[in-house]
């Protein structure tokens, strides 16, 4: 067992009070943060769309340019625990908007099951499921409206 599952340092403490490394630890990999997203008017929502920023490895869904990502792709939400209330960007089975909602962590998290692979096993993630946005040209966004 981990020394961060036996520590459960997201039941204990608040965002604010998270190092780097555990604030790190709380994303789950599902990459849904980085998919193309538009308005639903009718049902006042975000939709995530089937394309990915362009900078998203769809297999691994993890960013190729993480430590430059702002810089590489300035519309990027760099998360912190003073903006996560602020932006509805974040799908509802993200873990920084659970905990920020007072919600624990899912089963299928890396954190609880200890297996990174949870989160693709349970079909949470976009792996392999989507385009990358590097192949689609922005006015072709709406033609990738799956929900995910």
Known sequence: MTKQRQNKF??????NELSSSE????????????LHKVK???ADKIAFLGVSCQFLDTSSC???????????????IVLSPDNIGQT???????????????KP???????????ANTVH???ISVQDRVVSGHHVHPDDLSYYNDRL
């Not at 604030?23 to 980085?34: F, M, Q, T």
């Not at 993890?62 to 990027?76: G, S």
């Open 23 to 34: 604030w790190e630890a709380l994303c789950d990999g599902c990459g849904r943060c980085c």
């Open 62 to 76: 993890r960013c190729l340019v993480y430590e430059a990502r702002k810089k590489m792709m300035p519309d990027c």
């Open 10 to 15: 997201w039941e204990t403490k608040s965002l």
């Open 40 to 42: 639903d008017e009718k």
């Open 88 to 102: 509805n960007a974040l799908p509802a089975t993200c873990a920084y908007r659970r905990l920020a909602e007072g």
């Open 121 to 123: 096993q349970a079909g």
């Open 105 to 115: 962590l899912k089963w299928w998290h890396p954190l609880v099951s200890g297996d």
